[in-house]
């Protein structure tokens, strides 16, 4: 009983110790997400949340770090180490169905949609989407179907991307997510005036600006491409 108790009183403070490293993990990584989000330097905590989640063995924080690497690097245009981080990442990749697996398929869709590559980045953009409507974000998945669709789009498949549009629209508007809509029914009107379909296009510009309208939303810039 002694020897299991002092081993017990040892472990403690270890334990206390490994606990707060984990907090301190966790808020590295939420302060380079906010980084990201405000198009801040996110290098540091991120290096620091990597470096710690390493040392305590914290597959999906690691996998977590790499992928907003890979996400701030790509937002800078840089491309190569960009791959390098994701490659790592999914090297790694402890946690295939949560929402770290769907962030790193998102990004590297994005990439993939750089490097002109849409049926590879079509097929990441689906997985993307079909994790976020497991993981019950509804939203997020809808909007991912929107660039699910570019990527179609992008690879000539025009009959497969309205009907992504199609579908994605339908979604956004019953969730009350307009602003989104108009940016879907923008997407289809472009589709449909590429494939000679003018009135038609026209017809989805016209259903875009409305939303837009009703959204009352501020984006200035789709507003003035509808109209």
Avoid: C
């Avoid at 190569?80 to 770290?100: M, T």
């Avoid at 179609?152 to 025009?158: C, K, M, N, P, V």
Wanted: no cysteine.
């Amino acid at each position: 009983t002694e020897i299991y108790t002092l081993s017990l009183h040892d472990a403690l403070p270890i334990l206390e110790t490994e606990g707060k490293k984990r907090r301190q993990v966790e808020a590295w990584l939420a302060q380079a997400e906010l980084g990201l989000l405000r198009d801040q330097p996110i290098e540091a905590p991120l290096r620091k949340a990597l470096e710690s989640a390493l040392e305590l063995g914290l597959l999906e924080r690691q996998v977590r770090a790499l992928t907003l690497l890979g996400q701030a690097r790509l937002n800078k245009g840089e491309r190569l180490s960009a791959r390098k981080a994701l490659i790592q990442a999914a090297r790694l990749r402890g946690d295939p169905k949560g929402p770290v697996r769907a962030q790193l398929e998102e990004v590297s869709a994005r990439l993939l949609m750089m490097d002109k590559q849409y049926s590879s980045a079509a097929r990441r953009y689906r997985v993307a989407r079909k994790l976020r409507a497991r993981l019950n974000q509804p939203v997020q998945a809808s909007r991912l179907g929107l660039k699910v669709a570019e990527a179609q789009l992008a690879d000539g498949q025009l009959d497969t991307a309205r009907e992504t549009l199609k579908e994605s629209i339908q979604q956004l508007e019953d969730q009350g997510r307009l602003a989104d809509a108009a940016k879907g029914h923008s997407q289809l009107g472009d589709l449909e005036r590429r494939a000679g379909n003018l009135t038609l296009a026209g017809l989805h510009y016209r259903k875009g600006l409305s939303r837009l309208e009703v959204a009352g939303d501020g984006d200035e810039a789709l507003r003035r491409y509808l109209v």
